[in-house]
């Protein structure tokens, strides 16, 4: 049963990374060029609204996605997967994996839910309401709800009104942005890695302050392409590690289609009752044990000799706050993975 468990989960979350970890291809020109360079968007100083406004606005330039051919490579899996699938904000995908054997994942959400079948001995339909992903026993090996993985690619968004420390630059050309993220279950905090020139989230790291600032999930993004006619900018190539789950995973998109669906919606967003040989409903299984639990204070972790004490902005203002008084504490709700 555990192995099994361990079968779901493993091609679960790569299924989800694999939805959601798309980048933008052009066509090539002759000799292998690109069309159009991506330009420089931030100023040498750039302030943390500086960085916000070319993130934020790079990630609400795409509203759908369709993908037809993309492939997935993981030490969990001896053989890469031809995926096909699209994506509409906030929360509607639907993807589905092959190998040379047939059809290998259907798995999708809508609005409300979200499902995962598989092609594996049980080909059970598992589905569960993304408001109860807390309470549920997807938290057991997924320590960050699934749709905290738009971001893992690079659709950013930094909270104006939130809680940040930054940009430092840290290395020739990169800058670092360190953010406090309220989840129902504690605090964690999130590390980004942005290209000084043109914006890109290059890295991000997801640490969990309740748990001796462990490291909770990560992503990396490269080869970054610039599609002109959209103004967006997104990696071709993404690693993707989850430690909590043992995971890692490379995504790689040959071509994409952007704010364009092509697909009937009505069948795309909904649940495929008609597959599987059982169904799973995941709110009916046993809930884990609190993973996170809030504390009464906490560590932040820094990953510079500097301890992260973060800028409280309020009304676009700048102020200092200590790191205790700067937090204001959510209350815990259903769907609250939200920047403060």
């Given at each position: 049963m ?5 079968t ?6 790569v ?5 959601l970890?798309v ?12 069309a159009?360079?991506t ?12 960085v916000?406004?070319?993130?934020n606005?790079?990630s609400?330039?795409?509203?759908q ?5 993309a ?7 001896p053989?890469?997967l031809?995926?096909?699938f699209?994506?509409e ?6 993807l589905t ?5 047939g059809?290998?994942l259907d798995?999708?959400?809508?609005e409300?839910?979200?499902w995962?079948?598989?092609n594996d ?8 309401r993304h ?6 026993a ?7 709800p699934?749709?905290?993985?738009i ?31 309220s989840?129902?279950?504690?605090d964690?905090e999130?590390?980004?890695?942005i ?7 290059l890295e991000?790291?997801v640490?969990d ?6 490291l909770i999930?990560?992503?990396s993004?490269s ?10 900018s997104?990696p071709?190539k993404v690693?993707?590690k989850?430690?909590p789950?043992?995971l890692?995973f ?6 994409h289609t952007?704010n ?5 919606r ?5 649940l495929?009752?008609?597959i599987g040989?059982?169904q799973?409903?995941l ?7 609190p993973?996170?639990?809030q504390?009464e204070?906490?560590?932040?972790r820094?990953t ?7 800028t409280?902005?309020?009304?676009f203002?700048e102020g200092?706050l200590?790191p205790?008084q700067?937090i ?5 709700s ?7």
């Amino acid at each position: 049963m555990a192995d099994r468990q361990k079968t779901f989960w493993t091609i679960a979350i790569v299924g989800i990374g694999l939805t959601l970890s798309v980048g933008c291809r052009l066509p090539k020109r002759p000799g292998g060029a690109f069309a159009t360079p991506t330009p420089v968007l931030l100023p040498e100083q750039p302030t943390f609204e500086d960085v916000a406004r070319v993130v934020n606005a790079n990630s609400a330039a795409v509203q759908q996605l369709q993908v037809s051919n993309a492939k997935l490579r993981s030490p969990a899996i001896p053989m890469s997967l031809k995926a096909r699938f699209a994506l509409e904000k906030p929360r509607q995908f639907r993807l589905t994996a092959e190998s040379i054997r047939g059809n290998e994942l259907d798995m999708g959400s809508n609005e409300r839910e979200y499902w995962i079948w598989m092609n594996d001995e049980r080909s059970a339909l598992f589905h569960g309401r993304h408001d109860q992903f807390y309470q549920s026993a997807a938290r057991s090996i997924l320590p960050v709800p699934p749709h905290w993985l738009i971001e893992a690619i690079g659709l950013v968004e930094l909270d104006l009104t939130g809680e940040h420390d930054g940009p430092t630059r840290i290395a020739p050309g990169q800058l670092e942005i360190r953010s406090i993220v309220s989840t129902p279950a504690g605090d964690l905090e999130k590390v980004s890695v942005i290209d000084a020139s043109h914006g890109w989230v290059l890295e991000q790291r997801v640490y969990d302050l309740a748990a001796d600032d462990r490291l909770i999930a990560s992503a990396s993004g490269s080869d970054f392409e610039y599609y002109a006619a959209t103004g967006v900018s997104l990696p071709r190539k993404v690693e993707i590690k989850l430690p909590p789950a043992n995971l890692e995973f490379t995504i790689e998109v040959e071509r994409h289609t952007i704010n364009q669906l092509y697909a009937d919606r009505a069948l795309l967003w909904t649940l495929p009752y008609d597959i599987g040989d059982e169904q799973v409903d995941l709110e009916q299984m046993s809930s884990p044990a609190p993973r996170y639990v809030q504390p009464e204070s906490v560590n932040r972790r820094s990953t510079s000799d500097r301890r992260f004490e973060p800028t409280y902005r309020r009304d676009f203002g700048e102020g200092y706050l200590p790191p205790r008084q700067a937090i204001r504490r959510l209350p815990p709700s259903e769907d609250a993975y939200r920047y403060r």
